[in-house]
């Protein structure tokens, strides 16, 4: 199968700009944006699951990457994606649809900066619990053990996250160009 597309795979502590990050780029790429945050409120609005939801939000979301990916379609797969496991799930979904796989971590560098977007954010899903400073400060998450984009949004707009993410991509020649 001959196709364009790429899973890029975007992760981080919340309230790093994953989210606004994935958005724009999926908007200025054309490409599928699937939020783990989303499919997981999903489940808990249907009465199969509670928050915290565990691993059924991330293997939906690999189905659905997956099914999109051999559409030939590129989906950028946003989500915490704290453990190495996650990780390692993400590259097999791309293995098995047979593109390539980016990943790329979002990080605030500026504790004051982090711990203000993290207090002062709203839900943009509804119902979706939103963790507070103390919860985001204390979340399990492992260090990356391979090689990744490492995005620091600190003291930078949106748009200027997305243009230095742009640019990384841009010299791994993946994406169709703009």
Known sequence: MLSNAVLVVIGGLPGTGKTTLSRLLAARIGAVHLRVDTI?????RSGLA???VGP???????????????QGL???AESVNPLAVTRDSWRDVGARA???VVEVEVICSDPAEHRQRV????VDIPDLPLPDWQQVRRRDYEPW???HITLDTAGDRPRESLNSLLHHLDRLQLLPRR
């Open 40 to 44: 997981e409120q999903a489940l808990v």
């Open 50 to 52: 509670r928050h915290p």
């Open 56 to 70: 059924a939000g991330y293997v939906v979301g690999y189905a659905l990457a997956e099914e999109h990916l051999r």
């Open 74 to 76: 590129t989906v950028i």
């Open 98 to 100: 047979g593109v390539p």
């Open 119 to 122: 207090t002062s954010r709203s």
């Open 145 to 147: 053990s391979r090689d």
